[in-house]
T-cell receptor, first 110, second 118 residues
Framework: DAKTTQPNSMESNEEEPVHLPCNHSTISGTDYIHWYRQLPSQGPEYVIH???SNVNNRMASLAIAEDRKSSTLILHRATLRDAAVYYCILFTSGTYKYIFGTGTRLKVLA | DTGVSQDPRHKITKRGQNVTFRCDPISEHNRLYWYRQTLGQGPEFLTY????????KSRLLSDRFSAERPKGSFSTLEIQRTEQGDSAMYLCASSPPPGLQDLRDTQYFGPGTRLTVL
């Protein structure tokens, strides 16, 4: 199964941009890159996903390296409500399960 | 759209007892998943249903675990003869059928059921 590597934790100041990195050197051509976040005592919440091109939505942006071996989730202006564990997941279309790592715990400082 | 719901949210039981959890997916979602999450770890896949058919089961799902989705709508996860190692958060997720929307592979998670086995 494809694996991802993320830093265990990161800190950011409120109102500043946050760049959360993810390495996935074993990614295959059909793997999508999904990002979820999990707030305390809640289930994971979808953030964004992409295949090859950079993606933007109301929550975040996803920057995918040209060789697809890494990606970066960008929160443009961190708020206290963005404090969560962020998971980067490779999803192979046609399979059924997400394989979560331990994610990056983001702490946002007021 | 009320999202994925799970019941109960918390369950405390004694070792050896049986417990059953319920998951109600988003109404038009035909795919349903169960995951287990222990403290400090990411969720681990347990099993997957497409409509009423259980298509994949993880090795984590021992003989004491059984999941059903009898009419392709809600699902139940039963744990028999609970052990202290079963203490975890049990998460349910659902996703829409392929082609319904661009987010067809996106899974929508419920709030989870936290199980504590004493």
């Amino acid at each position: 199964d494809a694996k991802t590597t993320q830093p265990n934790s990161m800190e950011s100041n409120e109102e500043e941009p946050v760049h959360l990195p993810c390495n996935h050197s074993t990614i295959s051509g059909t793997d999508y890159i999904h990002w979820y976040r999990q707030l305390p005592s809640q289930g994971p919440e979808y953030v964004i996903h992409g295949l090859t091109s950079n993606v933007n939505n109301r929550m975040a942006s996803l920057a995918i390296a040209e060789d697809r071996k890494s990606s970066t989730l960008i929160l443009h202006r961190a708020t206290l409500r963005d404090a969560a564990v962020y998971y980067c997941i490779l999803f192979t279309s046609g399979t059924y399960k997400y394989i979560f790592g331990t994610g990056t715990r983001l702490k946002v400082l007021a | 759209d009320t999202g994925v719901s799970q019941d109960p949210r918390h369950k405390i039981t004694k070792r050896g007892q049986n417990v059953t959890f319920r998951c109600d997916p988003i109404s038009e979602h035909n795919r349903l998943y169960w995951y287990r999450q222990t403290l400090g770890q990411g969720p681990e896949f347990l099993t997957y249903f497409q409509n009423e058919a259980q298509l994949e089961k993880s090795r984590l799902l021992s003989d004491r675990f059984s999941a059903e989705r009898p009419k392709g709508s809600f699902s139940t996860l039963e744990i028999q003869r609970t052990e202290q190692g079963d203490s975890a958060m049990y998460l349910c997720a659902s996703s829409p059928p392929p082609g319904l929307q661009d987010l067809r592979d996106t899974q929508y998670f419920g709030p989870g059921t936290r199980l504590t086995v004493l």
